[in-house]
Antibody, heavy 121, light 108 residues
Framework: QVQLAASGGGVVQPGRSLRLSCAAS????????MHWVRQAPGKGLEWVTL????????HYADSVKGRFTISRDNSKNTLYLQMNSLRAEDTAVYYC??????????????WGQGTLVTVSS | EIVLTQSPATLSLSPGERATLSCRAS??????LAWYQQKPGQAPRLLIY???NRATGIPARFSGSGSGTDFTLTISSLEPEDFAVYYC??????????FGGGTKVEIK
């Protein structure tokens, strides 16, 4: 079955960096577009970024553009999120999610357990 | 940005009752509207995509309807495992996906 496991979260000071990983299994990762979606404590869901199946296309929410970078290693079935210049408002649980369409369509059909990022001094 | 407004914020019902959740968009999303269920401490789960299509493994008691800017998720008869938070999401304004604020369905 489809499994997505996010890791790499933790407590980080404002202005510092953190890299999240999402290990995928149970499906053909190299044929799947992938997303990161976050959820601040007690709040709703916010889409963060997307990468197409081959890494050829990527898109970002305005709130993270220029600070976050999505990447993937299809040989390792792993998705990454490099987060730089972190702010308090980036504090959230970060989920990775698979897109139904290889190029990305916004239909997020499987989600992994998230990893908590806390930005605090 | 397309804003999605969900109502009510909280729905208090008993098992066996019918639940009707609403999602209104600030502009037309055509039929590109999905619903997700989230239980405490868990990731969201896709229930309905493109207004009315049930995702894989989703029971028939869940149904979606609507068009343009007004959409509804109906749970025909609430089971104990259905008490959760439900989010709508649009993909019409691709790639700028947005979610509604959520409706919590709680046990009365």
């Amino acid at each position: 079955q489809v499994q997505l496991a996010a890791s790499g979260g933790g407590v980080v000071q404002p202005g510092r960096s953190l890299r999240l990983s999402c290990a995928a299994s149970g499906f053909t990762f190299s044929s799947s577009a992938m997303h990161w979606v976050r959820q601040a404590p007690g709040k709703g869901l916010e889409w963060v970024t997307l990468m197409s199946y081959d890494g050829g296309n990527e898109h970002y929410a305005d709130s993270v553009k220029g600070r976050f970078t999505i990447s993937r290693d299809n040989s390792k079935n792993t998705l990454y999120l490099q987060m730089n210049s972190l702010r308090a408002e980036d504090t959230a649980v970060y989920y990775c999610a698979r897109d139904y369409d290889p190029s990305g369509s916004g239909r997020l059909d499987y989600w992994g357990q998230g990893t908590l990022v806390t930005v605090s001094s | 940005e397309i804003v999605l407004t969900q109502s009510p914020a909280t729905l208090s019902l008993s098992p066996g009752e019918r639940a009707t959740l609403s999602c209104r968009a600030s502009q037309s999303v055509n039929n590109f509207l999905a619903w997700y269920q989230q239980k405490p401490g868990q990731a969201p789960r896709l229930l309905i995509y493109d207004t009315s299509n049930r995702a894989t493994g989703i029971p028939a008691r869940f149904s979606g309807s609507g068009s343009g800017t007004d959409f509804t998720l109906t749970i025909s008869s609430l089971e104990p495992e259905d008490f959760a938070v439900y989010y709508c999401q649009q993909r019409s304004n691709w790639p700028a996906l947005t979610f509604g604020g959520g409706t919590k369905v709680e046990i009365k």
